[in-house]
């Protein structure tokens, strides 16, 4: 019963260049959570998704970043023109719809933008 | 509006020593509350949660914590800390909604 998994684990992006972190949630989830942590602060909301639906993503910056959930396959978060400032954990979550919002978290992928 | 007070960034403890490390949230209405650990570059895991019932919760890893109704409390306790319990813990408190509300983070710190 493999957990929620996120790859890359590690990205290097030059600034100006697309990052695009994927997050596959647990088996029987259907909630999906994206984070991201900055060095020496703790976790930031970003969105949080069901399939095909965006239900909050007032964590997300407004521009430069998107996330989906799409009916077949993984969510996806993408950051485009990428600048040093991105550089972070991002860490995805996925639950259960059961509203006891208990969060099995991926190892997380590390974007460090040159 | 809720929020999650962890009043202390680090704490240095040693080796075999007991700690405690503090959550207060402020809420007016039933709360869920979670405590988990992150240890060095690696994701968070669930240490421990109190949805309802017995106020004293156990967690893995030898870890508790109680809830205080009236204290808005959720602290963590460990009798003897080990260098593995190295790691940063965060609480986190939802009202069943989907939006966790976080703490900043604690920093364990263990002394040989």
């Not at chain 1, 909301?45 to 009916?71: C, H, T």
């Amino acid at each position: 019963n493999a957990g929620v998994m996120q790859n890359p684990r590690h990205l290097v992006r030059r600034r100006g260049q697309e990052a695009r972190l994927r997050c596959s949630p647990m088996k029987g989830h259907s909630h999906v959570y994206w984070y991201r942590q900055l060095p020496e602060e703790g976790l930031k909301f970003m969105v949080y998704l069901q399939k095909e639906n965006i239900i909050d993503e007032s964590g997300m910056p407004k521009e430069r970043f998107s996330a989906e959930f799409p009916k077949e396959g993984p969510s996806i978060l993408r950051i485009q023109q990428v600048v040093r400032g991105d550089s972070a954990a991002y860490f995805c979550a996925s639950s259960r719809n059961d509203g006891a919002n208990v969060l099995t978290f991926g190892a997380g992928s590390r974007l460090t933008v040159l | 509006a809720q929020s999650v007070t962890q009043l202390d960034s680090q704490v240095p403890v040693f080796e075999e020593a007991p700690v405690e490390l503090r959550c207060n949230y402020s809420s007016s209405v039933s709360v869920y509350l979670f405590w988990y650990v992150q240890y060095p570059n690696q994701g968070l895991q669930l240490l421990l949660k109190y949805l309802s019932g017995s106020t004293l919760v156990k967690g893995i890893n030898g870890f508790e914590a109680e809830f205080n109704k009236s204290q808005t409390s959720f602290h963590l306790r460990k009798p003897s800390v080990h260098i593995s319990d190295t790691a940063e813990y965060f609480c986190a408190v939802t009202r069943g909604n989907y939006q966790l509300i976080w703490g900043a983070g604690t920093k364990l710190i263990i002394k040989p």
